[in-house]
């Protein structure tokens, strides 16, 4: 039942994100010192995590490879998103960023592998940890915000 309801806030999270036009400068770093969840080590040992697990289809900086990710391809399903903190990833609580490295996004109709059997949860959160280093401090102050970042 709780899954359900999940799975129902993500498409929400989703219809919502495609229609927004609020746009959110990235490229400005800011100079604020927010503290944040994960540690340095986290942070190298997910680079590589994501170099050979994630990069292939998010980018090597994760920034994407299509022009729109919100624009989906001829066969319906939506390229892979960037991670960089430009697109809605920041909308989504941890545990539901672990749950879409877990299973991927074939469930909810998408085309991402899911990597259950291929990462253990400290290397989930290394990724993680990872494509949140890139996130300027604005947009993770945004994430912690609206999710309550360290749960
Ligand atoms: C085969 C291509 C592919 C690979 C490999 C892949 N992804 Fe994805 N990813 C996608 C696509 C496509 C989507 C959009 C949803 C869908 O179609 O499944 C997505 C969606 C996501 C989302 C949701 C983003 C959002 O804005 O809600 C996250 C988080 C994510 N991927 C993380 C990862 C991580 C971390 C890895 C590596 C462990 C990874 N992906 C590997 C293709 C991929």
Redesign the pocket.
Known sequence: MKELLQITILSVL?TA?NGQSESIETSKKSTLDSPRWYSAEQVSQGGE??QE??A???GDKAQGLARDWKKPLADG?????P?NGS???W??PLPL?MR??DR???P?G????G?RDK?NEDE?LA??AW?QSLWPDEIYQRWEKRNGARQ
């Open positions: 989703l994100c995590l994501f697990n994630c292939g289809c998010h399903s939506y390229p892979p998103p991670l697109a809605h990833a909308h989504h960023l879409t490295i991927g996004g074939v909810l998408g085309v991402m592998p990597f990462l989930k990724v993680i494509f």
